[in-house]
């Protein structure tokens, strides 16, 4: 069956410093990749989503980059953090060449930027 | 700009009635319609789909309507629970081949 990790589920950081999240599908092959925030009390927003390796879509201009190095493997990523970037962060995929599927979330992440 | 927007206001019930929850989309024509729930800290988990000529679907106690006259669906879950409390959200896949969700509806089902 199919997982999903996502890692880690609680981050606090202060303004300015580098961020890395990461997030592994496993029980797949080349699924469909997104990556989500979802500030407090609102609906989740859509960043970037990746339907192959190296292949990356930025929804949104901000202050955070996506990459695939691997197949089942998504990292967001930022150089400088700001307080903005605060919220829940949540990795999702869902099957490749299934037309309007469902998606799969992990666990999301937790960033408070200080 | 496509839309899609849920009740903010949180829905507060008794246990054993029926909740209705309502999502409605604008500059969408949209095939398929999607509901998930949300737990505190959790991600979205997967409920129903509902496509578009598809008036009505059923789930055990969940019962999802699509009315793409009105550009509305309607969520119900019947003889509700506390453990039904949650936040739920409807989602649709854009044009742009995207997941798009509503902001979710707050769900409080009180014993």
């Known amino acids: 069956s199919q997982t999903i990790h996502q890692w880690p589920a609680t981050l606090v950081q202060p303004v300015g410093s580098p961020l890395s999240l990461e997030c592994t599908v496993e029980g797949t092959s080349n699924p469909n990749l997104y990556w989500y925030r979802q500030a407090a009390g609102r609906g989740l927003q859509l960043l970037f989503y990746s339907v192959g390796i190296g292949q990356i879509s930025s929804e949104v201009p901000q202050n955070l980059s996506a990459s695939r190095p691997q197949d089942r493997q998504f990292i967001l990523s930022s150089k400088k953090l700001l307080l903005s970037d605060s919220g829940f962060y949540l990795c999702a995929w869902s099957p490749q060449g299934a037309e309007q599927e469902k998606l799969f979330f992990g666990s999301g992440t937790q960033l408070s930027v200080l | 700009s496509q839309k899609i927007e849920q009740n903010s206001e949180a829905l507060n019930i008794q246990e054993g009635k029926t909740a209705t929850l309502t999502c409605n989309y604008t500059n969408y024509s949209p095939a398929y319609l999607q509901w998930y729930r949300q737990d505190p800290g959790r991600g979205p988990v997967f409920l129903l789909l509902?496509?578009?000529?598809?008036k009505e679907k059923r789930k055990e106690r969940l019962k999802v309507t699509f009315d793409t006259t009105l550009k509305q669906s309607l969520f119900h879950i019947t003889a509700s629970q506390p453990a039904d409390s949650a936040t739920y959200l409807c989602a649709l896949w854009n044009q742009g081949g995207k997941l798009i969700f509503g902001q979710g509806t707050e769900l409080s089902v009180k014993p």
């Open positions: 509902i496509r578009e000529n598809e």
